[in-house]
Protein backbone atom coordinates (compact mmCIF):
# COMPACT_ATOMS: atom_id res chain seq x y z
CA UNK A 1 0.00 0.00 0.00
CA UNK A 2 1.29 3.33 -0.88
CA UNK A 3 -0.84 6.65 0.12
CA UNK A 4 1.99 8.96 -1.43
CA UNK A 5 0.71 7.52 -4.78
CA UNK A 6 -2.77 9.13 -3.86
CA UNK A 7 -1.89 12.24 -6.14
CA UNK A 8 -4.61 14.57 -6.24
CA UNK A 9 -3.17 16.26 -9.38
CA UNK A 10 -3.30 12.94 -11.14
CA UNK A 11 -6.84 11.64 -9.39
CA UNK A 12 -9.30 14.36 -9.79
CA UNK A 13 -8.50 15.10 -13.58
CA UNK A 14 -9.35 11.03 -13.98
CA UNK A 15 -12.33 11.37 -11.49
CA UNK A 16 -13.91 14.47 -13.37
CA UNK A 17 -13.28 12.76 -16.54
CA UNK A 18 -15.38 9.63 -14.83
CA UNK A 19 -18.28 12.31 -14.12
CA UNK A 20 -18.47 13.18 -17.15
CA UNK A 21 -18.46 9.65 -18.78
CA UNK A 22 -21.16 8.69 -16.87
CA UNK A 23 -22.91 12.40 -17.25
CA UNK A 24 -24.26 11.06 -20.55
CA UNK A 25 -24.08 7.21 -20.04
CA UNK A 26 -26.21 6.67 -17.03
CA UNK A 27 -29.07 8.04 -19.02
CA UNK A 28 -28.05 6.01 -22.57
CA UNK A 29 -27.36 2.76 -20.10
CA UNK A 30 -31.11 2.94 -19.13
CA UNK A 31 -32.30 3.77 -22.61
CA UNK A 32 -29.63 0.34 -23.84
CA UNK A 33 -31.44 -1.95 -20.93
CA UNK A 34 -35.17 -0.73 -21.89
CA UNK A 35 -34.56 -1.57 -25.48
CA UNK A 36 -33.13 -4.72 -24.68
CA UNK A 37 -29.72 -4.19 -26.66
CA UNK A 38 -26.95 -4.46 -23.71
CA UNK A 39 -24.05 -5.35 -26.34
CA UNK A 40 -24.88 -2.47 -28.26
CA UNK A 41 -22.99 -0.16 -26.45
CA UNK A 42 -19.63 -3.14 -26.79
CA UNK A 43 -20.46 -2.66 -30.10
CA UNK A 44 -20.56 0.85 -30.98
CA UNK A 45 -16.88 1.16 -29.06
CA UNK A 46 -15.47 -1.29 -30.89
CA UNK A 47 -16.38 0.42 -34.29
CA UNK A 48 -15.37 3.69 -33.02
CA UNK A 49 -12.03 1.78 -31.60
CA UNK A 50 -11.65 0.55 -34.52
CA UNK A 51 -11.52 3.99 -36.24
CA UNK A 52 -8.88 4.85 -34.10
CA UNK A 53 -7.07 2.09 -35.47
CA UNK A 54 -7.74 2.58 -38.91
CA UNK A 55 -6.70 5.95 -38.80
CA UNK A 56 -3.54 5.27 -37.15
CA UNK A 57 -2.76 2.70 -40.20
CA UNK A 58 -2.84 5.82 -42.19
CA UNK A 59 -0.64 7.66 -40.93
CA UNK A 60 -2.86 9.34 -38.22
CA UNK A 61 -1.01 8.39 -34.62
CA UNK A 62 0.16 11.82 -34.47
CA UNK A 63 -2.81 13.67 -35.77
CA UNK A 64 -5.39 14.09 -33.39
CA UNK A 65 -8.13 15.67 -35.87
CA UNK A 66 -7.64 12.44 -38.30
CA UNK A 67 -8.27 9.79 -35.38
CA UNK A 68 -10.75 11.79 -33.91
CA UNK A 69 -12.42 11.51 -37.84
CA UNK A 70 -11.79 8.14 -38.01
CA UNK A 71 -13.49 6.99 -34.77
CA UNK A 72 -16.42 9.61 -34.96
CA UNK A 73 -16.67 8.43 -38.86
CA UNK A 74 -16.64 4.83 -37.70
CA UNK A 75 -18.95 5.06 -35.20
CA UNK A 76 -21.49 6.84 -36.70
CA UNK A 77 -21.63 4.49 -39.60
CA UNK A 78 -21.61 1.61 -36.92
CA UNK A 79 -24.75 3.44 -35.47
CA UNK A 80 -26.43 4.00 -38.97
CA UNK A 81 -25.91 0.29 -39.98
CA UNK A 82 -27.50 -1.38 -36.64
CA UNK A 83 -30.38 1.24 -36.30
CA UNK A 84 -31.08 -0.24 -39.80
CA UNK A 85 -30.72 -3.83 -38.29
CA UNK A 86 -32.95 -2.78 -35.65
CA UNK A 87 -35.44 -1.85 -38.31
CA UNK A 88 -35.39 -4.98 -39.90
CA UNK A 89 -33.75 -7.76 -38.10
CA UNK A 90 -36.39 -7.95 -35.73
CA UNK A 91 -35.57 -11.12 -32.71
CA UNK A 92 -31.91 -11.35 -34.32
CA UNK A 93 -30.74 -7.80 -34.17
CA UNK A 94 -28.97 -8.81 -30.87
CA UNK A 95 -27.27 -11.46 -32.47
CA UNK A 96 -26.27 -8.96 -35.38
CA UNK A 97 -24.92 -6.56 -32.75
CA UNK A 98 -22.63 -9.58 -31.24
CA UNK A 99 -21.26 -10.43 -34.96
CA UNK A 100 -20.53 -6.53 -35.17
CA UNK A 101 -18.60 -6.24 -32.36
CA UNK A 102 -16.25 -9.70 -32.77
CA UNK A 103 -16.31 -8.66 -36.57
CA UNK A 104 -14.94 -5.13 -35.73
CA UNK A 105 -12.74 -6.81 -33.10
CA UNK A 106 -10.77 -9.03 -35.29
CA UNK A 107 -10.40 -6.66 -38.00
CA UNK A 108 -8.70 -4.08 -35.48
CA UNK A 109 -6.19 -6.85 -34.06
CA UNK A 110 -5.83 -8.12 -38.02
CA UNK A 111 -4.48 -4.03 -38.42
CA UNK A 112 -2.54 -4.24 -35.41
CA UNK A 113 -0.98 -7.38 -36.06
CA UNK A 114 2.11 -5.88 -37.73
CA UNK A 115 2.52 -2.43 -35.22
CA UNK A 116 5.38 -3.21 -33.32
CA UNK A 117 3.63 -1.58 -30.29
CA UNK A 118 0.25 -3.31 -30.96
CA UNK A 119 0.12 -4.91 -27.96
CA UNK A 120 0.47 -1.08 -26.14
CA UNK A 121 -2.64 0.19 -28.35
CA UNK A 122 -4.69 -3.24 -28.16
CA UNK A 123 -4.10 -2.36 -23.94
CA UNK A 124 -5.03 1.33 -24.15
CA UNK A 125 -8.46 0.23 -26.38
CA UNK A 126 -9.84 -2.11 -23.89
CA UNK A 127 -8.44 -0.51 -20.46
CA UNK A 128 -7.66 3.48 -21.49
CA UNK A 129 -5.48 5.64 -19.81
CA UNK A 130 -8.24 7.59 -17.62
CA UNK A 131 -4.78 8.69 -15.14
CA UNK A 132 -3.25 10.57 -18.31
CA UNK A 133 -6.11 12.48 -18.29
CA UNK A 134 -5.32 16.21 -18.03
CA UNK A 135 -7.80 19.28 -17.12
CA UNK A 136 -7.16 20.37 -21.22
CA UNK A 137 -7.81 16.84 -22.15
CA UNK A 138 -11.68 17.43 -20.88
CA UNK A 139 -12.42 19.46 -22.36
CA UNK A 140 -13.16 18.13 -25.83
CA UNK A 141 -15.26 15.16 -23.43
CA UNK A 142 -16.67 17.90 -21.63
CA UNK A 143 -18.23 19.66 -24.55
CA UNK A 144 -19.28 16.33 -26.18
CA UNK A 145 -20.79 16.15 -22.64
CA UNK A 146 -22.99 19.29 -22.79
CA UNK A 147 -23.98 18.84 -26.42
CA UNK A 148 -25.14 15.04 -25.98
CA UNK A 149 -26.97 16.03 -22.54
CA UNK A 150 -28.46 18.84 -24.44
CA UNK A 151 -29.76 16.89 -27.01
CA UNK A 152 -31.21 14.22 -24.64
CA UNK A 153 -32.89 15.96 -22.32
CA UNK A 154 -33.46 19.21 -23.73
CA UNK A 155 -34.10 18.51 -27.96
CA UNK A 156 -36.46 15.36 -26.84
CA UNK A 157 -33.73 13.31 -28.83
CA UNK A 158 -33.99 10.08 -26.41
CA UNK A 159 -37.88 9.86 -27.57
CA UNK A 160 -35.97 9.35 -31.65
CA UNK A 161 -35.30 6.13 -32.17
CA UNK A 162 -32.25 7.47 -35.17
CA UNK A 163 -31.81 10.47 -32.37
CA UNK A 164 -30.39 7.59 -29.74
CA UNK A 165 -28.23 6.24 -31.84
CA UNK A 166 -26.38 8.90 -33.29
CA UNK A 167 -26.27 10.34 -30.01
CA UNK A 168 -25.13 6.96 -28.33
CA UNK A 169 -22.24 7.53 -31.39
CA UNK A 170 -20.78 10.25 -30.62
CA UNK A 171 -20.98 10.17 -26.59
CA UNK A 172 -18.52 6.87 -27.04
CA UNK A 173 -16.42 8.03 -29.62
CA UNK A 174 -15.43 10.53 -26.75
CA UNK A 175 -15.39 8.20 -24.20
CA UNK A 176 -14.13 5.45 -25.13
CA UNK A 177 -10.51 7.23 -25.93
CA UNK A 178 -10.33 8.05 -22.70
CA UNK A 179 -11.42 4.96 -20.70
CA UNK A 180 -11.50 2.19 -23.10
CA UNK A 181 -14.27 -0.05 -23.74
CA UNK A 182 -14.52 -2.32 -20.81
CA UNK A 183 -14.95 0.86 -18.78
CA UNK A 184 -17.31 2.70 -21.26
CA UNK A 185 -19.48 -0.86 -21.17
CA UNK A 186 -19.11 -0.81 -17.21
CA UNK A 187 -20.62 3.18 -17.57
CA UNK A 188 -23.33 2.29 -19.61
CA UNK A 189 -24.42 -0.55 -17.86
CA UNK A 190 -23.43 -0.79 -14.39
CA UNK A 191 -25.01 1.73 -12.40
CA UNK A 192 -28.21 1.58 -14.63
CA UNK A 193 -28.65 -2.35 -13.84
CA UNK A 194 -28.14 -1.39 -10.18
CA UNK A 195 -30.57 1.47 -10.12
CA UNK A 196 -33.46 0.43 -12.63
CA UNK A 197 -35.35 3.82 -13.57
CA UNK A 198 -33.25 5.86 -10.93
CA UNK A 199 -31.14 8.81 -12.46
CA UNK A 200 -29.78 10.32 -9.36
CA UNK A 201 -29.20 6.34 -7.48
CA UNK A 202 -27.20 5.63 -10.85
CA UNK A 203 -25.28 8.52 -11.06
CA UNK A 204 -24.13 8.14 -6.97
CA UNK A 205 -23.49 4.19 -8.13
CA UNK A 206 -21.29 5.75 -11.13
CA UNK A 207 -19.54 8.09 -9.02
CA UNK A 208 -18.45 5.96 -5.71
CA UNK A 209 -17.57 3.13 -8.30
CA UNK A 210 -15.13 5.67 -10.10
CA UNK A 211 -13.67 7.15 -6.64
CA UNK A 212 -12.97 3.54 -4.97
CA UNK A 213 -11.46 2.41 -8.18
CA UNK A 214 -8.86 5.10 -8.87
CA UNK A 215 -8.05 5.11 -4.91
CA UNK A 216 -7.43 1.63 -5.22
CA UNK A 217 -5.38 1.83 -8.32
CA UNK A 218 -3.42 4.42 -6.52
CA UNK A 219 -3.19 2.31 -3.39
CA UNK A 220 -2.12 -0.74 -4.94
CA UNK A 221 -0.47 0.07 -8.01
CA UNK A 222 -3.65 -1.57 -9.83
CA UNK A 223 -4.75 -0.59 -13.93
CA UNK A 224 -6.46 1.75 -13.43
CA UNK A 225 -9.44 0.89 -15.81
CA UNK A 226 -9.86 -2.75 -14.34
CA UNK A 227 -9.49 -1.43 -10.84
CA UNK A 228 -12.85 1.16 -11.59
CA UNK A 229 -14.72 -1.35 -13.31
CA UNK A 230 -13.94 -4.41 -10.52
CA UNK A 231 -15.41 -1.29 -8.21
CA UNK A 232 -18.32 -0.42 -9.83
CA UNK A 233 -19.14 -3.83 -9.72
CA UNK A 234 -18.92 -4.18 -6.48
CA UNK A 235 -20.79 -1.31 -5.38
CA UNK A 236 -23.69 -2.06 -7.56
CA UNK A 237 -23.98 -5.44 -6.11
CA UNK A 238 -24.17 -3.36 -2.47
CA UNK A 239 -26.53 -0.74 -3.79
CA UNK A 240 -29.03 -3.54 -5.62
CA UNK A 241 -28.44 -5.73 -2.07
CA UNK A 242 -29.43 -2.79 0.08
CA UNK A 243 -32.67 -2.36 -2.24
CA UNK A 244 -34.14 -5.62 -1.46
CA UNK A 245 -33.40 -5.31 2.24
Not at 101 to 115: E, G, N, P, R
Not at 176 to 183: A, D, K, M
Not at 189 to 210: C, D, K, M, T
Not at 231 to 237: E, K, N, S
Amino acid sequence: MNLASLEPAILLPAFVAGLLVLASHVPLGQAVLRRGIVFLDLAIAQIAGLGVVIAHSLGGEDSPWLTQAGAVTAALLGALFLRHMEKTAGARQEAIIGVTFVAAACLALILMSHDPHGAEHLQDLLVGQILWTTWNGLLPLAAVTALVLAAWFGLGWRASPLGFYLLFAVSITASVQVVGIYLVFASLIVPALASGERLARAYAIGAAGYALGLIASGLFDLPSGAAIVLALVVVAGLAAGARKI
